[in-house]
């Protein structure tokens, strides 16, 4: 029987995470993640240097295996209809765990300073708007839409889609109606407009 164990360098990092989840960025210590992961203060110097170190990796880990959920989530086959890519992306991003949103929550909270890496947040933004705006580039190329500005499409798809699960999962207000009604009543908008 091969039982595979977490290496020290991956119960760091996990631990790391869970406290950047729980406590923020700024009240994660070395000594608080070395207890959280088993190991001695030491073991994580000496594997990660710094802090700082540490928690450039843990969030290029995190933000590497979420950024392939979002190509998961929003990527697209030629064949789908507008409806279903749509629908596909809303409940894709609404079924997200909790530990994958979390990746998200902590992309929001990084401090305002923006280092030479890209903000986490921005790198989600665009990988979501480019796959959402070749879906749209394809769309018109086939005739299913009007030659309209596939970016501009895409930022108010994503705009809704995006917002509505970040008030629901991370404000916890939810919608009036159930969210499949909610879900119609957003492809209603979209396909017929709002002018009567």
């Known amino acids: 029987m091969n039982i595979q164990t977490e290496s ?6 996990s631990a790391t995470f869970r406290l950047i989840r729980k406590d923020g960025i700024d009240k994660v210590t070395t000594k608080k993640i070395a207890a959280e992961a088993g190991v001695n203060e030491v073991t994580i110097f000496r594997k990660f240097n710094n802090k700082q170190n540490l928690v450039d990796i843990t969030k290029d880990y995190y933000m590497e295996l ?40 902590v992309a929001m909270e990084e401090g305002g300073e923006i280092s030479d890496r890209k903000r986490l947040i921005s790198q989600i933004n665009d990988v979501i708007l480019d796959n959402i705006e070749e879906f749209f580039k394809l769309q018109i190329q086939k005739g299913e839409i ?51």
């Open 66 to 105: 979420f950024l392939n959920k979002m190509e998961e989530i929003f990527s697209f086959d030629e064949d789908i209809s507008i409806e279903q890519y749509l629908k596909d992306n809303f409940f894709g991003l609404l079924n997200l765990s909790d530990e994958e949103f979390s990746v998200l929550k």
């Open 8 to 13: 020290t360098e991956d119960k760091i990092i």
């Open 146 to 196: 009007k030659d309209i500005n596939p970016r501009a499409l895409s930022i108010m798809c994503f705009g809704v889609t995006f917002q509505s699960i970040v008030l629901w999962k991370v404000y916890n207000k939810t919608p009036s109606v159930e969210t499949e009604q909610y879900f119609q009543e957003y492809l209603n908008i979209i396909f017929n407009g709002i002018k009567e």
